[in-house]
């Protein structure tokens, strides 16, 4: 079989960088699947894998699940705090229970909600937000910033911020504290579906084996 051969029928998984990928990483491992050394030091951004039968994009967290919607990765791995800010149309087929973390509104200590005329709301994540807000009954201004959202409150731009809280380290370091906690986060197992027809067999035995390591099963 040519090597163009053997790379249509790899399984394209998109991941995300950093401690998602490195989590997941080792998921694949516990399932068998034999990644080499390197694949953890390498910086490129598509890595076959003739042995695990797969090829993965390395792609930056909010746009996995935009690969795995166009059908470019078959399967990918997201955070549920992306899924539901994207909304993309995947299928969401396993809770890798990896990635751990919450979602939360944070503020300054002199923070007053009593104060709050046109409460601003700064956020990497403004569908969440707002969607989060609406189902409290609160009308709030949502401005969406791309990094360093706890810098928001300090400088005046915002009252309060909503992000993803791991240790709380970063809010204590500038100042912040959390005020309501929203809801937990996990890392998920997404699936393209015209890939869960097209190369069900594949993606079965991925899901079937990765449940395996997920429930304690090795």
């Given at each position: 079989m ?62 996995v ?21 994207e ?80 240790t ?51």
């Amino acid at each position: 079989m040519t090597e163009e051969k053997i790379s249509e029928q790899l399984l394209t998984v998109a991941m995300p960088k950093g401690r998602i990928f490195d989590e997941a990483v080792a998921l694949l491992r516990k399932a068998n699947y034999p990644l080499p050394p390197e694949f953890d030091e390498s910086r490129k951004l598509i890595i076959e894998s003739p042995e695990a039968g797969m090829r993965f994009i390395l792609a930056k967290p909010m746009d996995v699940p935009t690969y795995v919607e166009h059908g470019v990765a078959d399967v990918g791995v997201a955070g549920k705090d992306v899924l539901i800010e994207e909304k993309r149309d995947v299928y969401e087929v396993l809770d890798l229970k990896i990635s751990e973390c919450y979602m939360a509104v944070a503020a300054l200590p002199s923070y007053n909600p009593n104060a709050d005329i046109a409460p601003k709301i700064a956020s990497k994540y403004p569908n969440l937000a707002s969607s989060y807000f609406r189902e409290q009954g609160e009308q709030v201004e949502i401005i969406k910033l791309n990094g360093s959202i706890e810098l928001a409150p300090i400088i005046g731009l915002a009252d309060r911020i909503v992000d993803i809280v791991s240790t709380g380290r970063t809010l204590k370091e500038n100042g912040l504290v959390e005020i309501e906690t929203m809801m937990p986060i996990t890392s998920r197992f997404i699936v393209n579906p015209v890939s869960y027809r097209t190369k069900s067999v594949q993606i079965d035995d991925m899901v079937a084996r990765i449940t395996k390591v997920v429930e304690g099963g090795e």
